[in-house]
């Protein structure tokens, strides 16, 4: 069983409704309403309530925030590729991490995809941040909405969803083409590398765009999580919507884009 600390994450985990409940842990003598709210709701879903000393709290918590509340929930499902991508909006928009292995970086992607509307995060199943409970609360709840799917190999996974018609964009401190003058009109999925080595060569070589943000300043990268952030409202601002597409929208785009032949390897 996994652990859920703090009120944003657990009632996020409760609205989500995708792990089974074990309990809900209550800190003595901790009340507001939010605190309320999730107890209502555990007590609506059937979900056993526990009301503990706060000291026990932070011996579960180890160190991390609880603020009196802690869930013991069920694993957060694991996804395949082609699960994800069955459940993607035309144009699809999805976030292919390399490596990212800082569970505070992964969270704040997840945070930011999922505000952006983003169809779901792919991740590889080794040399990876897992889906812990330090992803969920850098997340901010995002990671109980996020369809997250892990996957053996990077590179073949990035194939695949060439195959399946979606454009590929590499972000890379080597990137030669700006990052605003690549159509993101169309299918896509953005691909950021781990933290210090960036996106590996393998899967470098397979995007159909390398990407470079500016760096004006004299610090020689950005940090994961921020790139992800320009890149997902750059394709929202290209896009012009704050919401899916229009039906028609996607007809139209997807007859034109799913048709493309792409240059032999």
Known sequence: ???????????????????????LLIAKGVRNRRIAGAIARAGALGIPLRFQDRQTL????????????IAV?????????????????DPA????????????NLGAILRTAEAAGADGVVIPERHSAGLSETVARASAG??????????????QAVEELKKRGIWVVGF??????????IDYRRPVALVLGG??????????????????????????????????????YEVLRQRGTASPPSPSYNKDASRSWTRRRRPRR
């Open 195 to 232: 933290e210090g080595r960036g996106i590996r060569r393998l899967v470098r070589e397979r995007c159909d765009h390398v990407a470079g943000l500016p760096l004006l300043g004299r610090v020689g990268s950005l940090n994961v999580s921020v790139a992800a952030g320009i890149a997902l």
């Open 172 to 181: 890379d401190a080597a990137g030669t083409e700006r990052w605003d003058a």
């Open 93 to 104: 928009l999805l976030v292919v991490l390399d490596g990212v292995e800082d569970p505070r």
């Open 1 to 23: 069983m996994d652990l859920i600390c703090g009120i944003n994450p657990v009632l996020e985990a409760l609205t989500a409704g995708e792990r089974s409940f074990d309990r």
């Open 142 to 155: 995002a990671l109980e909405h996020v369809r997250v799917a892990r996957v053996t190999n990077v590179a």
């Open 73 to 89: 929930v069920s694993a957060k499902p694991a996804l395949g590729l082609a699960e994800v991508l069955a459940r993607a909006r």
């Open 58 to 69: 932070d011996r579960m918590a180890a160190g991390v925030l609880h603020q009196g509340v």
